[in-house]
T-cell receptor, first 114, second 117 residues
Framework: DVKVTQSSRYLVKRTGEKVFLECVQD?????MFWYRQDPGLGLRLIYF???????EKGDIPEGYSVSREKKERFSLILESASTNQTSMYLC?????????????FGPGTRLLVL | AQKVTQAQTEISVVEKEDVTLDCVYE???????LFWYKQPPSGELVFLIR??????QNEISGRYSWNFQKSTSSFNFTITASQVVDSAVYFC??????????????FGAGTRLTVKP
């Protein structure tokens, strides 16, 4: 079974803090993704990575950055957290860049920015 | 433009009722893939099914069935004899082959299903 883990289930931070969300997958997948989920909006793609040190912007990259130094690990960084970044963050991975590939998700991190 | 529309925001049924979750998609690609995911209260999205655009055959898996109709751009999901454990948010998603060298998906807004005992 594919296993995608995220470093925290719940996180509370203050405005202006730097926040790191970590994601690890154990199936040697090429692609990794970060989404945020908000009520009524579904999942929106923030960034994805198709290889080590490679990254592509998704639909809502503003205020975020990412890092992929190792194939199994994909980090989402909020350089200066703001209250409008309070959300559920979901990490996913897929075997390859083919559009047919299923994405497998981690349990999510609920981030509250005060 | 919204690529995937799940018009039903919330549905509430009583246990053992059948329920259908609607999904309408929009694409100009001839090759694409449709997915359904379940998100229980624990938060993790669980993959349910993937269907490619060339296979319109309906699929049944236990109490779950999916009806794919290209003519109406719909990929609806039916749960027969619903159970309390089916309570979750369900997402429909689209992946288009024409988007190049990636497989980012477009998700609908989700439908929250509540099954009451």
């Amino acid at each position: 079974d594919v296993k995608v883990t995220q470093s925290s289930r719940y996180l509370v931070k203050r405005t202006g803090e730097k926040v790191f969300l970590e994601c690890v997958q154990d199936m040697d997948h090429e692609n990794m993704f970060w989404y945020r989920q908000d009520p009524g909006l579904g999942l929106r793609l923030i960034y994805f990575s198709y290889d080590v040190k490679m990254k592509e912007k998704g639909d809502i990259p503003e205020g975020y950055s990412v890092s992929r130094e190792k194939k199994e690990r994909f980090s989402l960084i909020l350089e200066s957290a703001s209250t409008n970044q309070t959300s559920m963050y979901l990490c996913a991975s897929s075997l390859s860049v083919n559009s047919q590939e299923t994405q497998y998700f981690g349990p999510g991190t609920r981030l509250l920015v005060l | 433009a919204q690529k995937v529309t799940q018009a039903q925001t919330e549905i509430s049924v009583v246990e053992k009722e059948d329920v259908t979750l609607d999904c309408v998609y929009e694409t100009r690609d001839t090759t694409y893939y449709l997915f359904w995911y379940k998100q229980p209260p624990s938060g993790e999205l669980v993959f349910l099914i993937r269907r490619n655009s060339f296979d319109e055959q309906n699929e049944i898996s236990g109490r779950y069935s999916w009806n794919f109709q290209k003519s109406t751009s719909s990929f609806n999901f039916t749960i027969t004899a619903s159970q309390v454990v089916d309570s979750a948010v369900y997402f429909c998603a689209l992946s288009e082959a024409g988007r190049g060298n990636n497989n980012d998906m477009r998700f609908g807004a989700g439908t929250r299903l509540t099954v009451k005992p």
